[in-house]
C-alpha cells in the first residue's frame, strides 16, 4: 500500500511541474462573415500590444465536430498560468484589445471558453500548420492512465509514431463530464488514421488500449486543421 500511495504522489507531482496551459475559445462564424471576422485576427496580431504576446495562438478551423456548433477556434498556449495571467493583464483596457473583442463579436458568436493544463506529450510538434485529432475522455484514475499510455509510448510500437500525442487536463470550463482530452498531431488525418489502423493489427497494442480503457472512458472526439499560427512559443517546449 506505501509503495502505491508513493507512486501516485510522484506522478501527481509530475502532473503539477507540467503547468502549460491552453485557453480555447470556440467560435461559430457564418461563411458570409468569415472574412471580416479573419481580417480583425490579422489586425490584432499585427497590432503593437500583440508584440508583447509570449505564447502561441493557432487559429484551427473544425472538420468534424459532432453536434457541437462551433467551426473555428483559437487555441492559446501560453509556459504557465501566470503568463496567461500577466497577458491578460496587459492586454485589459487597451483600444487594440477593445476593438478587436468587438470586431470578432461582431462577426461571429463565442460559444465555449475552456482551459486546460497539460499533462504529458510525446512526438515532435508542428508549430505552424498541423492536422489535429481530438479525443474527448473522462479519466478515473489519471496516474495509472499516464503510467499506461507512457509505457505505450515508450514502447518499441510507437517508435514511429508519425506525430504527436498530448495529454491535457480539463482545468475551467468545458463539456460535463470531460476531464481530459488526448490531442493527436500529425501531417494530415489520413496518415493518423492509416498508421492507427496498422497498429490495431497488433496485439500488444490492442491489450494496451484495452489496458486503458479500464481507466478511460471516450466521449467524443473532433477533427481540426490549423489555418494560421502566431507567436513565439514553440509548443515542444511545454512538455
Excluded at 487559429?59 to 497577458?87: C, M, R
Excluded at 476593438?99 to 475552456?114: D, M, W
Excluded at 508542428?126 to 495509472?144: T, Y
Amino acid at each position: 500500500m506505501l509503495f502505491r500511495v508513493m507512486i501516485v504522489l510522484l506522478a501527481m507531482t509530475g502532473f503539477a511541474r507540467a503547468q502549460a496551459v491552453w485557453v480555447d475559445y470556440a467560435w461559430s462564424v457564418e461563411p458570409a462573415k468569415e472574412n471580416r471576422f479573419f481580417a480583425a485576427v490579422d489586425k490584432f496580431t499585427n497590432s503593437d500590444v500583440f508584440k508583447t504576446f509570449e505564447g502561441r495562438m493557432l487559429i484551427n478551423s473544425h472538420a468534424a465536430n459532432g453536434s457541437a456548433p462551433q467551426n473555428f477556434s483559437f487555441a492559446v498556449v501560453y509556459k504557465d498560468l501566470a503568463t496567461w495571467e500577466a497577458t491578460q493583464a496587459n492586454l485589459n483596457g487597451t483600444a487594440d484589445w477593445d476593438r478587436f473583442r468587438k470586431a470578432l463579436a461582431a462577426n461571429g458568436t463565442l460559444v465555449s471558453e475552456t482551459v486546460y493544463t497539460h499533462v504529458a506529450g510525446w512526438g515532435e510538434i508542428n508549430n505552424e500548420r498541423f492536422s489535429w485529432e481530438g479525443a474527448a475522455a473522462s479519466v478515473s484514475d489519471p496516474a495509472n492512465y499516464i503510467g499506461r499510455l507512457t509505457r505505450l509510448m515508450n514502447s518499441n510500437l510507437m517508435q514511429d509514431y508519425p506525430g504527436s500525442i498530448d495529454v491535457w487536463r480539463v482545468t475551467a470550463g468545458g463539456t460535463p463530464g470531460v476531464n481530459h482530452i488526448v490531442v493527436f498531431g500529425g501531417n494530415s488525418w489520413s496518415e493518423l488514421e492509416s498508421y492507427r489502423a496498422e497498429l490495431a493489427k497488433n496485439a500488444d497494442f490492442r491489450a494496451a488500449i484495452a489496458g486503458m480503457a479500464k481507466v478511460r472512458t471516450l466521449l467524443g472526439a473532433t477533427w481540426t486543421t490549423t489555418a494560421a499560427s502566431y507567436g513565439p512559443l514553440d509548443l515542444n517546449s511545454v512538455r
